[in-house]
């Protein structure tokens, strides 16, 4: 199976822009979806097919592609997006899924 | 409201089995491709397995294939897991998640809130 590599954290200021990244082979074929988990939580969608919200996700949020590597910016960063962030897509053979390592986001 | 709950979690013993249950409400069950996701305590989320909204498909991740087992039963609205020939890495969250309408592939859109699995002697 593939690989989705992303940066274990990234800190942004409050009210800044923050840009999370996932990289990995599949995701030249492959749509991403971006999910945020924060503690004792379970995860929530909050982009999917590259930069589609699901309903009631904050247009902060906001998804794009290139290449191999995805990325999840936050514009205008809140107290309240401070989570973990997982990237997720399938991997080269189109059967099985895969989730990025995660990227813990620190809002200063 | 749209909901999916797990149940069947606990403590099991290294070789022993156990099946999660995943009961849906608030939508078409038998219209969604479902999943399995795992959290391993203080790592990241792992995707277990999918079976098609008919249940003519299914697919697994290699840590879990030939020992773990999903099924459905859209009369029922209930999604299993199971999970045979444990190990102690098997410990973790397990979430049953719905996959997108349009495709189950590309995102999972409603999650439950999980059931703790340890597998311990």
């Known amino acids: 199976s593939s690989e989705l590599t992303q940066d274990p954290a990234v800190s942004v200021a409050l009210g800044q822009t923050v840009r999370i990244t996932c990289q990995g082979d599949?995701?030249?074929?492959?749509?991403a979806s971006w999910y945020q988990q924060k503690p004792g939580q379970a995860p929530i969608l909050v982009i999917y097919?590259?930069?589609k919200w699901p309903p009631g996700i904050p247009d902060r949020f906001s998804g794009s592609s290139s290449g191999n590597t995805a990325s999840l910016t936050i514009t205008g960063a809140q107290a309240e997006d401070e989570a973990d962030y997982y990237c997720?897509?399938?991997?080269?053979?189109?059967?099985?899924?895969?989730f990025g390592g995660g990227t813990t986001l620190t809002v200063l | 409201q749209v909901q999916l709950v797990e149940s069947g979690g606990g403590v099991v013993q290294p070789g022993r089995s156990l099946r999660l249950s995943c009961a849906a409400s608030?939508?078409?069950?038998?219209?969604?491709?479902m999943h399995w996701v795992r959290q391993a305590p203080g790592k990241g989320l792992e995707w277990v397995a999918v079976?098609?909204?008919?249940?003519?498909?299914?697919y697994y991740a290699d840590s879990v294939k030939g020992r773990f087992t999903i099924s459905r039963d859209n009369s029922k609205n209930t999604l299993f897991l199971q999970m045979n020939s444990l190990r102690a890495e098997d410990t973790a969250v397990y979430y049953c998640?719905?996959?997108?309408?349009?495709?189950?592939?590309?995102?999972?859109?409603?999650w439950g809130q999980g059931a703790a699995v340890t597998v311990s002697s």
């Open positions: 998640a719905r996959g997108l309408y349009t495709n189950h592939y590309n995102g999972m859109d409603v």
């Open positions: 997720n897509s399938r991997d080269s053979s189109g059967n099985q899924l895969v």
């Open positions: 599949s995701l030249r074929s492959y749509y």
């Open positions: 097919e590259k930069n």
């Open positions: 079976m098609w909204f008919d249940g003519s498909d299914k």
């Open positions: 608030g939508f078409i069950f038998s219209r969604y491709g």
